[in-house]
């Protein structure tokens, strides 16, 4: 079965502090994909991050960071001096090499929200 | 910066009326989807459609559902006969499948049936 677990439901913080959200996934693929998407207050979805199974290198982009760990088969997500723009719900979700349509199933979302 | 575009972006309906909700994807991708999101809950993938056909739907898209692509550029949505339950936020996406990148997603339709 595929799926992504996403255990955290909320989390706040306190602006600057540090932060991460935890996604686990399960699947029998060997070739997959993952995702970080945003989904601010206004409601659309923003990309954030695809890394493919193959690739578990950490990634750094300004504040953000992720950190795939196959051992763990999970791909967390750290923002480091959180803002009050950070505030949203975060999704994770996996696709799969070559399947038939490359969907993506979505974990349940984790709402970040960071206080002033 | 291409994107999707979706209207309207937000539709009230009485149960049991027929609505059509829109979507032109980005011009040069292959694979299109509808995905729907109940309020406060996860993001659930409806249907992908590619050629000119559907390639995969879920449980969800039962035949109250349809998806058509009419003249090259547009994407709909259609449901038959609405339900109280089919209130939820729908996305359009688009996405290369070759190079299975990610797909691009648009700001979403709200669909309130009443």
């Known amino acids: 079965a595929q799926k992504v677990t996403q255990a955290q439901t909320e989390i706040s913080v306190v602006e600057k502090e540090d932060v991460t959200l935890d996604c686990v996934y399960e699947?029998?693929?060997?070739?997959?994909?993952l995702f970080w998407y945003k989904q601010p207050p206004s409601g659309e979805l923003v990309f954030l991050i695809r890394?493919?199974?193959?690739?578990?290198q950490n990634e750094i982009s300004g504040r953000y960071s992720w950190n795939f760990q196959k051992s763990t088969s999970s791909f967390n997500f750290t923002i480091t001096a959180s803002q009050v723009v950070d505030s949203a719900v975060y999704f994770c979700?996996?696709?799969?090499?070559?399947?038939?349509?490359?969907?993506?199933?979505f974990g349940t979302g984790t709402l970040l929200a960071v206080q002033p | 910066e291409p994107e999707v575009t979706q209207t309207p972006s937000h539709q009230v309906t009485q149960m049991g009326q027929e609505v059509i909700l829109r979507c032109v994807p980005i011009?040069?991708?292959?694979?299109f989807y509808w995905y729907r999101q109940i309020l406060g809950q996860k993001v659930e993938f409806l249907v992908s459609?590619?050629?000119?056909?559907?390639?995969?739907k879920s449980e969800i898209f039962d035949d109250q559902f349809s998806v058509e692509r009419p003249d090259g550029s547009n994407f709909t949505l259609k449901i038959r006969s609405t339900k109280l339950e089919d209130s939820a936020m729908y996305f359009c996406?688009?996405?290369?499948?070759?190079?299975?990148?990610?797909?691009?997603f648009g700001q979403g339709t709200r669909l309130t049936v009443v």
């Open positions: 011009s040069n991708h292959l694979y």
């Open positions: 459609f590619y050629n000119n056909e559907i390639s995969e």
């Open positions: 699947t029998r693929d060997t070739t997959y994909y």
């Open positions: 979700a996996l696709s799969f090499y070559g399947g038939a349509t490359n969907k993506l199933i």
């Open positions: 890394r493919n199974s193959f690739d578990e």
């Open positions: 996406a688009s996405s290369n499948v070759f190079l299975n990148t990610e797909a691009f």
